[in-house]
């Protein structure tokens, strides 16, 4: 036997393996690293017109403005529900509120099976990296907030549950450690220890991984709590805050927003006095109701937009600098608008422009060559955002997304991705805002609305004060019974209840929504046209399957032994 011979055949054996298993991991490095970086940035309470790009002659954001220029510009993008944690839910796992059921009045948290089909959790599965920073208003799994699945979701985490408020560490103990005081510069601080650029260790960050892997992309996602109407509220021009939210536009003659009334000057309120009950909105948007107050919310809400503008430009120096920028997808939006005194309206939780209209910026370096910007006036929403990045990252979208995947208009193989528009609002609570949903086209918009009984928070106001109750117990706390109801919001309008009142409006006269042409027999065509749509889209977006959630209500909390008994 020539044992010499044999010597080497297993000698060339090995050499062979070896070499492929080289080229196999080698090219599996190589389709990882191909695959794109996400950073997904989501502003808070952000109207379209907040930023230079959108026609802003005050606010300076140089950087957005940039971003807007070199990427593309959606400029008639909307949310689905004008209110932060059904609106953000819906950006996580793609749906209208009316499927995922979870809203601040639904009593209910967003279900662990449900949580697995959210963007996080797919880019997670699929071998991406991700993270969380800043300013988390979604209850998921059992428990809520008090849960621990959203935190562990991810390979880093530095969040607060809730409002951040200005000064976040007077609140969350997890940035306790960082070294500004200012929430813009706090998450700031969380952006470069993941990216891995941090001089120090941020103490209070959860990470699973002692660095970012170099070797994987990354997702990384950025949820202010700014330009927030109470966040700005909280301003103090603290010592330690950066000059900018001391001084800057404070030396500007800063406009009234198109169509302002003051309170005191409101001759016809924008809609029924029964429909609407202004008188009982939350305390926390009185400010809309003097010139003099809103120009100075306006002020802190322009400082607080040049804040996260120097955020961004920072974020893109620390690309650079780790040679990560051409791989790097930046998507920009807010999670809905906030009124102002427009028409003498606060708040939100409506379906007018000015609450649902948003910004929305997708940068992708990647097209190859210098990057060329659009601005397009195509029918977006926050729910195509998971989609749109699951669809660039080479990942199968689920049966459970219902926004669309926007590539297609990217890369200009297609012009739209959806004829009508839906967007609604559930949250009728004390608080005096009525459930309404609306359908609109490029052209024209139709709105609908559903009687308002709900007990007005004046009268529990007035018994809180006179109880001793605290008033965040009366007015907050949700119980089992409001499950029911909030269930019957999301069914009665499927079901055949009847509107109490609806508007009419042409967009493309009239963008800022002045005059209702419900009654103008001219417009009979468009209005039937538009409640057609309405019966399709409102059909599409409740889905044919119950929401997959859980109880969440102080009746849970305190049979779970997290709070103290419900009163």
Known sequence: MNFQLIKKSRILLIGIIIAYTYIINSHALAQRQSRPNFIFILTDDQSYGYMGCEGNKIVKTPNLDKLAKEGTHFTNAHVTSAICTPSRISILLSQFERKHGVNFNSGTSVAPEAWT?????????????????GKNHA?????????????????????????????PKDRHEIFKNAKADTQVEIIGEGVDEFLGSNEWRLEGALGFLEHRPKDKPFCLSVCLNLP???????MQMRDSDPEIYKSLYRDLQIPMPQNYIAKADIKQPKLPAGLLKTENRQGSYNW??????????????????TGIDRLIGNLQNKLKTLNIDKNTIIIFTSDHGLFSGQFGLGGKALCYEVVTRVPMIIYNPMKGGKPKGKKLDELVQSIDIAPTMLSMAGIEIPEAFQGKDLSPILNGTSESVRGFLFTENLWSTQFGNPRCEAVQDKEWKYIRYYKNDNFPAQKKIEVAREMGIPLGKMLYAVHDPDIALYRHFAESSLQGEVPVYEELFNLAEDPWERTNLIADKRYAHQLEKLRNAWKKEIAVARGTQPPKVLRYTSESKYESGKTGKPK
């Not at 059992?142 to 969040?159: I, N, Q, T």
């Not at 927030?228 to 909280?234: K, Q, Y």
């Open 228 to 234: 927030h109407g109470s966040s700005t509220g909280t």
């Open 139 to 167: 209850p998921i799994g059992a428990g809520g907030y008090e849960s621990d699945l959203m935190k562990k979701s991810f390979d880093f985490f530095y969040a607060g549950h809730g409002h951040l408020t200005f000064y």
């Open 117 to 133: 089909q959210s963007y996080p959790v797919l880019m997670r599965n699929a071998g991406y990296y991700t993270g969380y920073i």
């Open 288 to 305: 809309v109701d003097t010139p003099e107050t809103v120009r100075e919310r306006l002020i802190r809400q322009y400082q607080a937009m």
